[in-house]
C-alpha cells in the first residue's frame, strides 16, 4: 500500500513539474510572438521615418544648391496646351 501511494505521489509530482515547465514554455511563446510583432511595427516605423527625412533632406538640398539660388522668377510665362504640338512639320 505505502509503494502504490509513494508511486502515485511520484506521478503527481511529475506531472505538475510538466505542466509548470508547458506553461512557462507556452508565456515564453506568447512574449515572443508579442516582441515579434512589436519588432515589425517599429521596422514599419522606422521606414516611414527614413523616407521623410529622405524628402526633407532632398527638398533642403534643392533650396541650399547654389544653381537654384541664382535662378530668377519668370514674369510671364506662357504655357503650351496639351493639344499643341511643339514640333512643327
Do not use: C, W
Request: glycine content about 4%; charged content about 15%.
Amino acid at each position: 500500500m505505502l509503494l502504490m501511494v509513494a508511486i502515485g505521489s511520484l506521478i503527481l509530482l511529475l506531472a505538475l513539474l510538466i505542466l509548470f515547465h508547458q506553461n512557462a514554455n507556452a508565456t515564453k511563446g506568447y512574449m515572443l510572438r508579442t516582441l515579434e510583432r512589436e519588432r515589425s511595427q517599429l521596422l514599419l516605423e522606422q521606414e516611414v521615418l527614413n523616407m521623410q527625412l529622405a524628402e526633407a533632406q532632398a527638398l533642403e538640398g534643392l533650396q541650399l544648391d547654389p544653381q537654384v539660388g541664382v535662378m530668377i522668377a519668370v514674369k510671364k510665362p506662357q504655357y503650351t496646351s496639351d493639344e499643341a504640338t511643339v514640333a512643327q512639320n
